[in-house]
């Protein structure tokens, strides 16, 4: 990949468990180099994690993607050594142990920066590297809950909802690879590295839009309201005379007008309480009753062409199974296929966005564990004997 926009960027990946890792594969699908650095009996939990085919695992196939796979044990003297060695030639470090943990191992940023001044240490934790959570263990079920977004999440009078996927981690990992670049670009103007403090807490609270202004400024906390929008109406889904399911948004007024005239209740469109998004909010049952009765005489296909026709916003209900089948996603490649020599063709989401001079690419699924150590450590200079002896220590 010599014109890959992030070709001649090294990443060491120690993070594992999501965030992390995860704005790691960001950073390899565009060409950085990443050397994923695992604990020699302690694989990345991500390789068991979920379903697997012959015994392995096809969460990590994603997650690992475009990593070179390599072992160490820190807390070992050797390992830690060695360690040492590889951020010497490393622009990036991506961690996600709790605050302290490296420092205990004496590879804090004081000791990296010190053989590595241009090195941008990425710590990615729960709660960030201070304040008085900072030492609790964090996943991102807790920022669903500590966010906002479980409560406000589901429908009124049901319990609060998480996701059933990571998306804290997933937002956090995303946020993390910006951070990376941003820190990056830094470095450009200072020729020095620094430390990206990241806590999965934040990002996830930030895409919940203006609920602390809101607060601060009004008092309004705001409630759950299942699938309609306290902004914006009708804004529901609605279930088809074939038994399946879409989505409709009106979350601007002409489209709110052109399916009351798709649905045959233009009448409504003169009511005082249309003209904005907020009041047709509150009128949701009625407007509800008009675009759920329309759709539920009408099969899926019917009410997709119908809207399509009128250039008003729907969408169909989804599983996997119709997103490996939608036209669309099929024209961007979005899920694409890659060949892995232990499974064989296997389809995976695409890199994150196109670019049109300096695309990204996934160059492999995710390796083995350890598969490229010595490979690596060749390359960094240690002799066969130095191998043995790190191997003999139990740091490899």
Do not use: C
């Not at 991500?46 to 807390?75: A, E, Q, Y």
């Not at 919940?208 to 299942?226: F, I, S």
């Amino acid at each position: 990949m010599t014109h890959a926009p992030l070709t001649g960027l090294r990443v060491l990946d120690l993070a594992t468990l999501f965030a992390g890792p995860i704005a790691a594969t960001m950073l390899g699908d565009f060409g950085a180099e990443v050397v994923k650095i695992e604990h020699p009996t302690k694989p990345d939990p991500s390789r068991g994690h979920g379903p697997s085919k012959d015994g392995i695992g096809l969460w990590w196939k994603v997650l690992g993607r475009n990593k070179r796979t390599m072992t160490i044990d820190l807390s070992k003297r050797g390992g830690r050594a060695t360690f040492l060695r590889l951020a010497e030639t490393a622009d990036v470090v991506i961690e996600n142990f709790r605050p302290g943990t490296l420092e205990k191992w004496d590879l804090g940023w004081p000791e990296l920066s010190a053989v590595n001044p241009r090195l941008v240490l990425t710590r990615v934790t729960g709660f960030g590297q201070f304040g008085p959570y900072a030492h609790r263990p964090g996943f991102g079920t807790l920022a669903e809950a500590m966010s906002g977004f479980a409560a406000i999440t589901g429908e009124p009078d049901a319990p609060p909802v998480l996701p059933p996927f990571g998306l804290a981690d997933s937002i956090a990992g995303l946020a993390t690879a910006y951070a990376v670049m941003t820190a990056l670009a830094a470095r450009d103007s200072t020729g020095e590295g620094q430390v990206v403090d990241m806590a999965i807490i934040e990002p996830i609270l930030t895409v919940l839009g203006p609920q602390p202004t809101w607060y601060d400024q009004l008092g309004l906390v705001q409630e759950r309201t299942g699938n309609r929008s306290a902004n914006n109406a009708p804004r529901n889904t609605y279930r088809t005379a074939d038994g399946t399911w879409v989505a409709v948004s009106t979350s601007a007024q002409s489209i709110a007008e052109r399916v009351m005239h798709l649905v045959g209740r233009p009448e409504l469109i003169d009511e005082p309480w249309f003209a904005t998004g907020a009041q047709r909010a509150a009128h949701a049952d009625v407007l509800d009753r008009a675009v759920g009765s329309w759709i539920a005489e009408r099969t899926r296909t019917e009410v997709l062409a119908a809207f399509e026709k009128a250039e008003a916003a729907v969408a169909p209900i989804q599983d996997i199974r119709d997103v490996m089948a939608d036209p669309q996603y099929q024209a961007l490649d979005t899920v694409t296929t890659v060949d892995d020599p232990e499974l064989g063709p296997l389809r995976m989401q695409n890199v994150l966005f196109r670019l049109s001079s300096t695309p990204g690419t996934i160059r492999w699924a995710g390796r083995p564990h350890g598969a490229d150590t010595d490979e690596i450590l060749t390359e960094l200079g240690l002799t066969e004997a130095e191998l043995t002896a790190l191997r003999t220590e139990g740091a490899l």
